[in-house]
């Protein structure tokens, strides 16, 4: 995915996630997390719970084929806002990263 945002998009990097991956993602400094909810090894709910238990977390952007009503309303509940459903085109991706970044500059201000 990271090489169809262009230069003029923020910095991308693209990982699988892990332990290790969680603890980057809280610790790593990033403006934002794109995350999608089939994760094999680590439950998206305890990525959602560690990046909210830091100050200032990077906000979350939930990637799914399919969002019920009562998962969107329990992922709202840990601080998630901004929704993606697959299948998605990368100018709606974009567009997304770009309101998913302004709430959160908003939010802290």
């Known amino acids: 995915m990271s090489r169809d945002f262009h230069i003029d998009a923020p910095a991308v990097e693209d990982r699988n996630i892990s332990e290790e991956t969680a603890i980057v993602a809280v610790e790593g400094g990033y403006d934002l997390i794109i995350l999608d909810l089939r994760l094999p090894h680590l439950g998206p709910f305890k990525l959602i719970r560690a990046v909210n238990e830091t100050k200032d977390g990077p906000p979350i952007m939930i990637l799914a084929g399919c969002i019920s009503i009562e998962l969107r309303s329990r992922l709202r509940a840990l601080g998630v806002h901004t929704f993606t459903t697959k299948p998605f085109t990368f100018s709606g991706l ?16």
Do not use: F, K
């Open 94 to 109: 974009r567009s997304s990263v770009d309101e998913c970044l302004a709430a959160s500059v908003a939010m802290r201000n």
